[in-house]
């Protein structure tokens, strides 16, 4: 054993919350009780988009993928016993991000925390919310006004707190290269700091303090020596845009702040267990480089692709950690990559292939206007597409899925049912009675609470002005105003947002020449509509619910396109109403439904009721998500003609798939053509 002095340990944290405020409360408290030296907070869909759990939209939706907290009362019970003067707390939350802050501060002051005390960090970016993860509420421009307004309040009142933190770990889900996730999170970092730097609010002389609470939160991929190469690259343009376009001279305010949550695009349903090594590999990538390494990470579970996972789940996670900074020699040396040409050439050539796309985001007009335009959403679209067809065509391995796919039967999945946490369906008609109860009593002992209306109209008239939001939004949480009263507020004022699809305007990823699988798949589409008398075929892709994961649902209508199908694609966010009303009015022959948040048992099934009532039932209807197999016999049994997960990875024989269940529900014979 070495006498030298270990480097202290990143912080450790497992992103959790589900069900209700007292499970997550439990669950926070059982984890830190194993080591775990962080808290994140993962909210559920209704809290990230602005509604409360009644809402129609909510439906499915709560408690799934997350924590509802619709109030003060939520938030109280939340963190109850977690001493939060002593605590780091990370809240994934972005839209909604300025109310939950505002809950979690007026929690504290009950506590009696001092605040400048408080340590944690909001997520609290907008940009890749229009690009992958769709949660975002309001138009670009209110929300960027509410996260620069957020800053400037925090500068002054929370000195510890991270207000924001640039997320590019969505936009490789989405299929962003290395490149693209260095120059897409850069740009939307320029964004919001020329809009603290014009805004007026913050002093000039205090632009260091800005830059010195920013953190980033990225994404480290299986191409462990690559992604290791980007963390590098990513601190030396942060230190040149700080210093050369802020004029921030303290070193210390310029380091490259980053927490990391591991690759979930490359989990994979089949062969799960080998998820474990992908993890190990991508936690090297933001630990071995000791001057490139993240101040926290979180690392998913093996079963993400199967479902939400375990207790046990996550402490494996946390182990893997552990094992690594305490057992391991890791932290005993200075930077092992130093002096390497190797990692030098990769790292320059990261660097400048991210600048030259910083500067076409600059020649559009910035973050924003690229977000406006569709540029970016298109990019990571065409991105992804590209991903997808690597891996149909064999050209990129992955383990279990297009390679190697003899398997041994795995113990950790012999029984599904229990291989992955359950959300009780009864948890949701719980939180909205309690809602309902908060709602009526929220004015009576031992709360008192003064009522919302007059600090909801004090919001609005703060919004319509140029006031900071968060003394209003302060007003609200004390009032007992609920996540979507704050929200619906806004609405009023700001209006809402619909982002760019990126469907349109994605090339072509897979080439449909003479012989090809897509070739034979367009072929069996013309001979389709040919043989029912329609010009096209017509194929409605819907996003029902608040998942905003739209990666999967895009590919799909790209494809679906590419193959010959005239596409019906909204977008995300619609209810089920809307989605048979969309397929009644277009006419279509097949609808697709995308759902990764677990709301599927609810949702589908309305689907097929209306379609049913509206007579439609010859229009098959597909599903895709992550589905378990209980789950897929159960909407099978409901009327659903397919079910796809993560495993089916062949996205053209899906699409020919869709074609056969067409041909099936309007009593076409099979057709002798290869796909």
Not at 56 to 69: D, I, N, T
Not at 83 to 108: D, K
Not at 481 to 506: C, D, I, K, M, Q
Not at 538 to 565: C, T
């Given at each position: 054993?070495?006498?030298?002095?270990?480097?202290?340990?990143?912080?450790?944290?497992?992103?959790?919350?589900?069900?209700?405020?007292?499970?997550?409360?439990?669950?926070?408290?059982?984890?830190?009780?194993?080591?775990?030296?962080?808290?994140?907070?993962?909210?559920?869909?209704?809290?990230?988009?602005?509604?409360?759990?009644?809402?129609?939209?909510?439906?499915?939706?709560?408690?799934?993928?997350?924590?509802?907290?619709?109030?003060?009362?939520?938030?109280?019970?939340?963190?109850?016993?977690?001493?939060?003067?002593?605590?780091?707390?990370?809240?994934?939350?972005?839209?909604?991000?300025?109310?939950?802050?505002?809950?979690?501060?007026?929690?504290?002051?009950?506590?009696?925390?001092?605040?400048?005390r408080l340590q944690g960090t909001t997520q609290n970016d907008i940009v890749k919310e229009y690009l992958s993860r769709g949660t975002h509420v309001f138009p670009p421009g209110p929300s960027l006004r509410l996260t620069t307004d957020m800053i400037a309040y925090t500068v002054s009142h929370l000195p510890k707190w991270n207000p924001i933190n640039i997320c590019s770990y969505h936009l490789q889900e989405a299929g962003a290269t290395p490149v693209q996730e260095i120059a897409y999170a850069m740009s939307t970092a320029i964004a919001v700091l020329d809009a603290v730097r014009d805004g007026g609010q913050v002093p000039e002389e205090r632009m260091g303090d800005v830059v010195g609470r920013m953190s980033f939160f990225v994404n480290a991929g299986v191409r462990f020596v690559e992604e290791m190469c980007k963390m590098r690259a990513f601190g030396r343009i942060w230190d040149r845009v700080t210093r050369e376009r802020y004029g921030i001279e303290n070193p210390r305010h310029r380091r490259f702040r980053y927490g990391v949550q591991v690759n979930s695009l490359g989990l994979t349903e089949a062969q799960p267990e080998n998820n474990v090594q992908r993890i190990v590999l991508e936690m090297l990538a933001v630990t071995l480089s000791k001057d490139a390494r993240a101040r926290a990470v979180q690392l998913p579970a093996w079963n993400e692709a199967l479902g939400l996972p375990r207790p046990w789940d996550q402490q494996w996670s946390l182990r893997i950690q552990q094992v690594l900074a305490h057992e391991s020699d890791l932290?005993?040396?200075?930077?092992?990559?130093?002096?390497?040409?190797?990692?030098?050439?990769?790292?320059?050539?990261?660097?400048?292939?991210?600048?030259?796309?910083?500067?076409?985001?600059?020649?559009?007009?910035?973050?924003?206007?690229?977000?406006?335009?569709?540029?970016?959403?298109?990019?990571?679209?065409?991105?992804?597409?590209?991903?997808?067809?690597?891996?149909?065509?064999?050209?990129?391995?992955?383990?279990?899925?297009?390679?190697?796919?003899?398997?041994?039967?795995?113990?950790?999945?012999?029984?599904?049912?229990?291989?992955?946490?359950?959300?009780?369906?009864?948890?949701?008609?719980?939180?909205?009675?309690?809602?309902?109860?908060?709602?009526?009593?929220?004015?009576?002992?031992?709360?008192?609470?003064?009522?919302?209306?007059?600090?909801?109209?004090?919001?609005?008239?703060?919004?319509?002005?140029?006031?900071?939001?968060?003394?209003?939004?302060?007003?609200?949480?004390?009032?007992?105003?609920?996540?979507?009263?704050?929200?619906?507020?806004?609405?009023?004022?700001?209006?809402?947002?619909?982002?760019?699809?990126?469907?349109?305007?994605?090339?072509?990823?897979?080439?449909?020449?003479?012989?090809?699988?897509?070739?034979?798949?367009?072929?069996?589409?013309?001979?389709?509509?040919?043989?029912?008398?329609?010009?096209?075929?017509?194929?409605?892709?819907?996003?029902?619910?608040?998942?905003?994961?739209?990666?999967?649902?895009?590919?799909?209508?790209?494809?679906?396109?590419?193959?010959?199908?005239?596409?019906?694609?909204?977008?995300?966010?619609?209810?089920p109403e809307q989605i048979v009303d969309a397929a009644l009015a277009e006419d279509v022959h097949a609808v697709g439904l995308s759902i990764l948040s677990g709301s599927h048992a609810q949702l589908v099934p309305d689907v097929l009721e209306r379609l049913r009532v509206a007579g439609a039932t010859d229009i098959p209807v597909i599903a895709g998500g992550i589905i378990p197999n209980g789950d897929a016999e159960d909407l099978r049994a409901a009327g659903v003609a397919a079910v796809f997960t993560p495993k089916d990875f062949d996205i053209t024989g899906i699409i020919g798939r869709i074609v056969d269940e067409i041909r099936n529900a309007n009593k076409l014979d099979p057709l002798e053509v290869s796909a």
């Open positions: 054993m070495t006498d030298r002095q270990k480097d202290r340990p990143w912080l450790m944290r497992t992103y959790a919350g589900h069900s209700t405020a007292e499970a997550s409360n439990e669950l926070y408290r059982r984890n830190l009780a194993k080591g775990q030296t962080g808290l994140s907070v993962a909210f559920d869909l209704p809290t990230q988009t602005g509604y409360d759990s009644d809402h129609v939209l909510a439906r499915g939706e709560v408690g799934r993928v997350g924590v509802p907290v619709a109030h003060l009362g939520d938030m109280r019970r939340l963190l109850q016993d977690i001493p939060l003067e002593q605590m780091n707390t990370s809240m994934t939350i972005n839209a909604t991000a300025m109310w939950l802050l505002a809950l979690y501060q007026v929690v504290a002051e009950e506590q009696g925390a001092d605040l400048t932290l005993e040396y200075e930077d092992i990559f130093e002096g390497s040409k190797v990692i030098g050439a990769k790292v320059d050539e990261l660097v400048g292939a991210a600048s030259a796309e910083i500067g076409r985001i600059e020649e559009m007009g910035g973050a924003m206007a690229a977000v406006e335009s569709g540029y970016l959403k298109s990019q990571l679209v065409a991105s992804h597409a590209e991903r997808r067809a690597r891996i149909e065509s064999g050209e990129e391995r992955i383990i279990g899925v297009n390679a190697f796919e003899g398997t041994e039967p795995s113990p950790l999945t012999a029984d599904l049912d229990t291989a992955i946490e359950t959300v009780d369906p009864a948890v949701e008609a719980r939180v909205v009675a309690a809602l309902e109860n908060w709602r009526d009593t929220r004015y009576q002992p031992p709360f008192n609470h003064p009522r919302p209306c007059k600090a909801l109209e004090k919001l609005k008239e703060a919004a319509r002005g140029t006031d900071n939001l968060m003394e209003a939004t302060l007003e609200c949480a004390r009032a007992g105003a609920t996540t979507g009263e704050w929200a619906g507020a806004l609405r009023e004022v700001f209006g809402e947002f619909r982002a760019p699809t990126g469907v349109s305007a994605a090339p072509v990823a897979v080439t449909a020449e003479e012989g090809s699988a897509l070739s034979g798949v367009r072929r069996r589409v013309e001979l389709t509509a040919k043989e029912m008398g329609v010009g096209k075929l017509r194929f409605l892709v819907g996003k029902p619910g608040l998942d905003g994961h739209s990666n999967g649902a895009e590919q799909i209508a790209v494809r679906a396109r590419d193959a010959g199908f005239e596409v019906v694609y909204q977008g995300i966010r619609l209810t």
